[in-house]
C-alpha cells in the first residue's frame, strides 16, 4: 500500500475530491436502493458491494491510467474513433431498448451492460485535441482541418442524439468549447453549430423517442397542465430538495426513495439535499467548482497544446455533465437520464469517469515532473 501510495503522482487535490465522491456516492447509493432491492429481490447490501466494486475498480483504472504519458493518448485517439463509430451503429441496431431507446450492449460473461455513448465521449475528446493541436499551423485551412474535425463531431452527435440526445447535446458543447480554445474560426464553427442544428432538428421530428422529449419540454414548461404520471419524476424531486432543510432528515432518513424514479442514479441529488440538506447540496456543488477550478489550473500550466485541450476537454465534459444532472434535480431543466459523475450507481460509466479522472491526473504529472523525452512521439502524431 505504501509503495502504491508512493507511486500516486499528479493534482492531490483531484484525488482528494475522488475520495470525497466514493464517500458520497457509497452514503447516497445505500439511501437509494431500497425500492430497486425490493423489485429485484436482493439485499441492499449485495446491490452496495456491486457498487463499492465498480468504485474500487474505477480507482484502480484511474491510477494505472494516471502513470500512462499522456501523449501515448494522442497516439490511439485514431483507433478510438474507428472503434467508436461502428459501436454506436451497433448499438443502435442490436442494442438492449429500453423506453424506446437503444444505448446499452451487453458484455458477454459480465452481466453488465455498456453504454456506447461514454467511450464516444471519450473518443470524441481525444480526437478533437489531437487534431486541433497537430493543426494549428494551418487550423483555418477548410479540407485539412476543418472538414475532419466538422464531420468527427457531427457524426458522433448523430448518432449519440438518435438515443440519448441530452448526453449528445453536452458533448457537442463540449466540442464548441474546444473548437473555440483550438483557433478555429467564428464562420467555421457557425457551420458546426448550423450542422449540429441540422441534425437536432431531424432527430426531434423524426427520430423515435421525439414524442418523450416534446413530451419532457411540455411539462417542464407547463407543469400544472402536466399528467401527474409523466411529472412523477420531477414532482417527487422537488419534493425531496423542499423537505430537506437547511440541515437535511439525516443519513437513510430520505421519505422519497420509494416514490423517486431513478433514485439512485438520475436523481441522487435530490436524495443528498433531502438527507443532508442545504448545505449538503452546496457542498457538492462547491466540490465540482472546485474540480474545474483545478482541472483549468492544470489545463492552463500544460506545455503542449494537447496536453490542454485533452484536459479542459474532459474537465469540461465532467462538470457541465455533473451541473447539467443538478439543475434537473432542482427544476431548472425538463428531465434528462444524465447521472452525477462519480456519484450516481452507474456501473461501467463509472469506469469510464475513472479513465477521464487518470488522463486528467497524468496531465498534471507530467507538470509537476522534470521533462522526459518520449521515444515515438513525433510518429504518434
Known amino acids: 500500500m505504501h509503495k502504491i501510495l508512493s507511486n500516486t503522482k499528479g493534482d492531490r ?32 447490501e449485495s446491490i452496495l458491494i456491486k457498487h463499492l466494486a465498480m468504485i474500487v ?27 467508436t463509430i461502428p459501436l454506436l451503429l451497433y448499438t443502435l441496431i442490436f442494442g438492449h431498448h ?3 431507446a437503444s ?12 453504454q456506447t455513448s461514454d467511450l464516444a465521449k471519450l473518443a470524441l475528446i481525444t480526437y478533437l485535441a489531437r487534431t486541433l493541436s497537430i493543426k494549428q499551423e494551418n487550423i483555418k485551412d477548410v479540407k485539412q482541418s476543418f472538414i475532419p474535425i466538422m464531420g468527427a463531431v457531427c457524426v458522433v452527435f448523430a448518432l449519440i442524439a438518435w438515443a440519448n440526445l441530452s448526453t449528445a447535446l453536452m458533448l457537442f458543447g463540449v466540442s464548441i468549447l474546444l473548437l473555440i480554445m483550438g483557433r478555429i474560426s467564428v464562420k467555421q464553427i457557425a457551420v458546426v453549430c448550423m450542422g449540429g442544428a441540422v441534425v437536432l432538428s431531424g432527430i426531434l421530428f423524426l427520430g423515435p423517442r421525439r414524442h418523450m422529449y416534446i413530451t419532457r419540454i411540455e411539462t417542464y414548461m407547463h407543469p400544472e397542465k402536466a399528467d401527474p404520471d409523466k411529472a412523477q419524476q420531477s414532482n417527487h424531486a422537488k419534493i425531496a430538495i423542499a423537505t430537506g432543510g437547511l440541515f437535511g432528515k439525516g443519513v437513510g432518513n430520505s421519505d422519497e426513495i420509494n416514490s423517486l424514479p431513478e433514485a439512485y442514479s438520475d436523481e441522487i441529488y435530490a436524495i443528498i439535499v433531502e438527507e443532508y440538506g442545504l448545505v449538503g447540496g452546496i457542498v457538492l456543488i462547491g466540490i465540482y467548482l472546485f474540480l474545474l477550478f483545478r482541472c483549468i489550473k492544470i489545463a492552463t500550466r500544460a506545455p503542449k497544446a494537447f496536453g490542454t485541450l485533452l484536459a479542459a476537454g474532459l474537465s469540461f465534459s465532467l462538470t457541465i455533465q455533473a451541473f447539467a444532472n443538478m439543475a434537473v434535480a432542482v427544476g431548472l ?5 444524465i447521472p452525477l459523475p462519480f456519484v450516481s450507481m452507474g456501473g461501467t460509466s463509472i469506469l469510464f469517469t475513472s479513465l477521464a479522472f487518470g488522463i486528467i491526473l497524468s496531465v498534471s504529472r507530467d507538470i509537476d515532473e522534470p521533462k522526459k523525452v518520449i521515444v515515438g512521439e513525433i510518429s504518434m502524431a
Request: hydrophobic letters at 50%; glycine letters at 12%.
Open 103 to 114: 444505448r446499452w450492449i451487453p458484455i458477454p460473461g459480465t452481466g453488465l451492460s455498456f
Open 13 to 44: 487535490w483531484i484525488w482528494l475530491i475522488v475520495i470525497l465522491l466514493s464517500v458520497i456516492s457509497l452514503l447516497a447509493v445505500y439511501s437509494a436502493i431500497g425500492s430497486l432491492a425490493y423489485k429485484r429481490g436482493v439485499g441492499t
Open 98 to 100: 429500453i423506453n424506446e
Open 333 to 337: 431543466g425538463p428531465v434528462t437520464g
Open 57 to 83: 475498480g474505477g480507482i484502480a483504472l484511474m491510477y494505472l491510467s494516471h502513470k500512462i504519458d499522456y501523449r501515448y493518448y494522442r497516439g490511439i485517439s485514431k483507433l478510438l474513433m474507428i472503434i
